[in-house]
């Protein structure tokens, strides 16, 4: 372990920024896709016969379905990765602040 660590704000800014533009490309891409998938969902693909009823009654229905378990919990993993480069950047932000109070209230 070391002493000290040590960040380059304007990298570590450069890295949030690009963090956040790809997370929000993620998010849109993830949205399109489900939409897509309800959509589909949405037009019983399995047909309106029996077996398309019990697999639907399996999939899509009932207290806690499969697809639906799956979808939300992959758009909360994909809004959760959307966000990380805004909490980099609060928290890149806020060291540098401290930083900067800290060189004022102790000048060399």
């Known amino acids: 372990m070391t002493d000290s660590t040590a960040v380059n704000p304007t990298q570590a800014l450069n890295g949030a920024a ?13 949205r399109a896709l489900r939409a897509r998938i309800d959509h589909l969902n949405a037009s019983q693909p399995w047909g309106n016969d029996e077996p398309g009823r019990n697999f639907n009654k399996n999939y899509l229905e009932g207290d806690n379905p499969p697809c639906t378990s799956v979808l939300e919990g992959g758009e909360s993993m994909v809004i959760a ?27 060399k």
């Open 81 to 107: 990765v959307s966000k990380l480069g805004e909490q980099i950047r609060e928290g890149v932000q806020g060291v540098v602040d401290v930083d900067d109070l800290t060189a004022q209230w102790f000048k």
């Open 18 to 30: 690009q963090m956040s533009s790809a997370g929000d490309a993620m998010l849109k891409r993830w």
